[in-house]
């Protein structure tokens, strides 16, 4: 039953003021997420994909539209069941320097949510409890009595997501949970994600700007630019044939192992033009037109819906890479 | 072996090091040498009737005298010692500093939790009450409210307070705004924390060293704001701060009478006690998180 | 043959701690070539930034510096004062890791390229302006950014800003610190690829430190990998990265998550690097190598130079190739 259960985002849009103008966030989203599913939200800084993630957690609160979970409007929740939603959707955030109570010890940390949302309350249950939370993610019992200041960047993000276990919760989303980390430590918390989901039947939504990150880590990428979904379809299929412009040109700008002159050579996204000048808000049509090499009038003047694609997936673009029987675009 | 920590130690714990408070503030120099002031200030007050030679009513010798060896600050117009004035006048002067910033700490932090932490109208409307307290011509005010109470400590005391709080409510209620953006403190939101937690294990802690830094500079604010009172003749003339001596000097003109050590002294003692207290501020300040005045993701 | 530039020998930088000495870079020695782009790669705590900063002569007390130091034929340890401070910006510039926030909130863009400029080489604040704007046809920003204030710009303008103002007075060597860590994806390749592009327009040598090895890879000529303050392998680029001989760098390659890497397991190196005080007198990464034998837990491997000219600090170089 549990690998069926679903946090699903109807029509939802979330608007900041800043400098002045509002700025839609979030604009008009609507997408289901599997509790059991991996998948990742990708995008470049500004696109919404962080609002998405606050949103679903509740921390954000949309201007207009629903986040439904078990049938109830998560944002409309009592403090009960505000408890129970909690206990089954956990976060990790971003900056692993930041989450940590500088006056708390990690056992202060992890007593948290077995506290007040499982009832723990016996200082012998909650040592017990938490060394066992360390254990899962690969830390001795030690670290229980340690200060933020004495743990390094990857300590700190195992022990955040040691804190969002600590419910076993069914959905864990994690706001680019590597970005602040070295090569190596990102590739182990990556791993230890993994590794719970496989073993726990959890699932996980990885926020990241990195699709390198994405492919590895989940199965189902969502791609958002300036607000919007564009594409949302199968790793395998964003990896290998990107429908959506924007997409392709996340692919392309992904690390290879390999050294290769070509990034440097061509300019791939159609835009020699400062990208950070361009103003998306103006437009009436497509979001990424200023930026799309494959832009028409059509794309001016009328925004692309997200559309279902055969064998899966969807994208919201008129003129996508890949045509409807499969074959790519040349 | 790990010796356990007070909780007292665990509340100044700084973020950079494992050093108890005590011991980084009498390490550094500035620190170091407000402490020794506000001690030895401490001790002349508490010992006051041993240190001064003469009752500060009492009339013991001919007016005006200038200072000489019996009489270290000279005597003012009716013959009495001004040197035990000044000394009387300390114990006074700090007990008005210190209830002062007591009064104006306690107010100006709880306003300031409460507007930052509750948010919305509650915010609206406390921080539109601290506008108009900030934009009141203070001095002017100050006047008005001692001369309905008339003079003495408590009018004193009230009058201060009642206009010291606003800014500190303010610099706390900034301090919580940013806090709650950070990331241990959302990390306790989705923990489902309750408010009390999050607010005294959370929040405070994180304010506290800024609030007690902010405390010991109202005590000097209040020093002062004692002795202007005091000065347009608004405090108690039958009690002794610095400010009464500071008073009765201008009021029998000091200056043609026995030179200008009657009429600086006072200004001298407070600006010693304020140097002391920026000093130690400061202290608490560096000591503490750096970052606190800049922060704000 | 090309010249070098900066040259640094026994490169020792010690800071005192309650626990010890902390020796953040030991007996380092790099020399770098002129109008090249050089990478120092490494964990963090491994002391590249430590190289960088030595490098600009901004070891501050109580950091102590052994060894020489020589930056266009100067001497950096031996600059005081007046002359230190015109020897930066005018001959070593730097792009500082998070460089975004490096800029002064109160005064727009503008003020902060041209006070620079006015500092350095004298001259009427008009002429200032005119280069200041030339510097931002430079980094391809629009001149009206001139007037604007730092929160108004983007993290990618601001970025690129501060390299402009690294590039202002033309200096021989350039240090960038993670100079794209805190930005996305897309804005990353658009600052590398200006770095580059100005960097081959004025003749500059820069010094990119990053923990980040497809950065280096796509960047730079030459690179020096570093391990708890010491070089463990340095040559060309494409040689390193390609066939790395150190385990370190090997494993340093393979934990990074690529592309190309969906399907497979990409493993981290375990543990964690030993503590910086108290240093072991042996291989450094003994602990944590896999190739670790008897002779790498006694003592300290000595330097090696393979046959492309890499220079190489292990008993057993290339043992993770085989097979591979």
């Known amino acids: 039953m549990k690998e069926n259960e679903t946090i699903a985002m109807d029509r939802v849009s979330v608007r900041f003021t800043s400098q002045g103008r509002v700025v839609p966030a979030l604009d008009d989203i609507t997408t289901t997420f599997r509790l059991s599913e991996l998948v990742s939200v990708v995008g470049e800084s500004g696109a919404g994909k962080t609002t998405l993630g606050r949103a679903l957690l509740g921390l954000a609160k949309p201007d207009s539209g629903a986040v439904m979970f078990r049938g109830r409007n998560i944002h409309r929740l009592g403090k009960r069941e505000m408890k129970d939603f909690r206990k089954h959707v956990q976060v990790v955030f971003q900056d692993p320097y930041d989450v940590m109570n500088p006056k708390h010890v990690v056992l202060d940390y992890l007593s948290m949510p077995l506290r007040f949302i499982s009832g723990v309350s016996s200082r012998a249950d909650l040592r017990s409890s938490c060394s066992g939370l360390l254990d899962q993610v690969g830390l001795e019992r030690e670290f229980l009595s340690k200060y933020p200041h004495q743990l390094s960047g990857g300590q700190k993000q195992r022990i955040a997501i040691a804190r969002a276990l600590a419910t076993e919760p069914d959905f864990i989303v994690a706001d680019e949970p590597t970005s602040m980390l070295d090569a190596s430590a990102a590739a182990g918390i990556l791993n230890l994600l993994r590794k719970l989901a496989a073993k726990r039947g959890m699932g996980y939504m990885i926020i990241t700007h990195n699709m390198g990150v994405a492919a590895y880590a989940s199965d189902r990428i969502v791609v958002m630019y300036s607000g919007k979904v564009v594409e949302d379809s199968a790793a395998d299929d964003i990896v290998n044939a990107p429908r959506h412009p924007y997409t392709s040109v996340l692919i392309s700008h992904a690390p290879l192992s390999q050294r290769s002159e070509r990034k440097l050579l061509a300019e791939r996204d159609g835009s020699d033009a400062d990208p950070d000048a361009t103003d998306p808000w103006k437009l009436s049509g497509c979001r990424y037109f200023a930026r799309c090499p494959r832009g028409t009038e059509e794309c001016r003047k009328v925004f692309p819906a997200l559309s279902t694609v055969p064998g899966g997936g969807s994208v919201a673009c008129w003129n996508p890479l890949v045509n409807d029987d499969g074959s790519r675009v040349s | ?297 | 043959m090309a010249t070098t530039i900066a040259d640094i020998r026994g490169l020792s930088v010690t800071f005192p701690s309650k626990k010890g000495t902390v020796r953040a870079v030991d007996a380092v020695d790099l020399s770098i070539e002129e109008g090249s782009i050089f990478g120092i790669a490494g964990e963090s705590g491994c002391g590249k930034t430590t190289i960088g900063l030595s490098l600009l002569g901004m070891i501050r007390e109580p950091g102590s510096v052994e060894g020489t130091i020589a930056v266009n034929g100067k001497d950096v340890t031996s600059l005081r004062g007046e002359e230190r401070r015109l020897f930066r910006w005018k001959e070593v510039s730097m792009v500082f890791q998070g460089a975004m926030n490096s800029l002064n909130p109160v005064s727009s863009v503008g003020e902060q390229i041209t006070e620079v400029i006015i500092d350095h080489t004298g001259g009427t604040r008009k002429e200032a302006m005119n280069r200041a704007a030339d510097l931002l046809r430079k980094v391809r920003l629009p001149s009206d950014i001139l007037r604007r204030y730092p929160h108004q710009l983007s993290g990618g303008q601001k970025q690129r800003v501060v390299i402009a103002m690294a590039i202002a007075l033309s200096p021989k060597l350039i240090i960038a610190d993670e100079p794209t860590t805190a930005l996305d994806v897309v804005s990353q390749e658009h600052i590398l690829r200006l770095l580059k592009e100005v960097v081959k327009a004025s003749g500059s040598t820069v010094v990119i430190i990053s923990h980040d090895l497809s950065l280096i890879a796509d960047m730079c000529d030459r690179l020096a990998v570093m391990y708890l303050g010491r070089i463990v392998e340095s040559g060309r680029a494409q040689d390193v990265l390609s066939s790395p001989a150190h385990p370190y760098t090997r494993a340093l390659i393979d934990s990074n998550i690529t592309l190309d890497k969906r399907g497979k397991k990409v493993e981290s190196i375990p543990g964690y690097p030993p503590s910086p005080i108290n240093l072991p007198s042996n291989c450094r990464f003994s602990g944590r190598c896999p190739f670790a034998t008897n002779e790498c837990f006694d003592s300290e491997p000595p330097a090696s130079t393979l046959e492309d000219g890499r220079v190489v600090y292990c008993y057993h170089p290339r043992h993770g190739n085989e097979g591979k």
Not at chain 2, 60 to 67: D, N, T
Not at chain 2, 164 to 182: C, D, E, N
Not at chain 2, 184 to 195: I, L, P, Q, W
Request: proline residues 4%.
């Open chain 2, 1 to 297: 072996m790990k010796i356990r920590e007070s909780k007292l130690e665990r509340l100044f714990r700084t973020e950079s090091g494992t050093d108890t408070f005590l011991k980084k503030l009498l390490m550094s120099r500035g620190g170091m040498t407000g402490l020794i002031i506000l001690c030895a200030l401490a001790v002349i007050s508490l010992l006051s009737s041993v240190i001064a030679p003469y009752s500060p009513y009492a009339i013991i010798a001919k007016p005006y005298l200038s200072p000489s060896s019996v009489h270290l600050f000279g005597t003012d117009g009716l013959g009495r010692d001004i040197f035990s004035q000044m000394i009387y006048g300390t114990s006074l002067s700090l007990e008005i500093g210190f209830v002062s910033a007591i009064g104006i700490t306690t107010i100006g932090t709880l306003v300031g939790i409460v507007s930052g932490y509750v948010g919305s109208y509650v915010d609206e409307v406390l921080m539109r009450f601290v506008d108009v307290m900030l934009v009141i011509p203070s001095i002017a005010f100050m006047i008005f409210v001692s001369t309905i109470m008339g003079p003495g400590v408590i009018s004193v005391l009230t009058v201060i307070i009642v206009f010291g709080w606003p800014p500190m409510s303010r610099m706390v209620r900034s301090q919580v705004l940013s806090l709650k953006k950070r990331g241990f403190v959302e990390s306790a939101v989705v923990s489902n924390s309750t408010k009390p937690f999050i607010l005294f294990r959370m929040i405070l802690p994180n304010i506290t060293s800024l609030i007690l830094a902010n405390a010991l500079l109202a005590v000097i604010y209040a020093i002062i704001a004692d002795a202007s009172l005091a000065f347009i003749g608004l405090a108690s003339t039958t009690s002794y701060s610095w400010g009464t001596v500071l008073y009765n000097a201008q009021v029998e003109g000091a200056i043609y009478h026995n030179g200008i050590l009657w009429i600086t002294l006072p200004g001298l003692a407070i600006a010693v006690t304020g140097i002391a207290m920026t000093l130690l501020a400061r202290a608490f300040g560096d000591i503490t998180d750096p970052r606190y005045s800049t922060e704000g993701r």
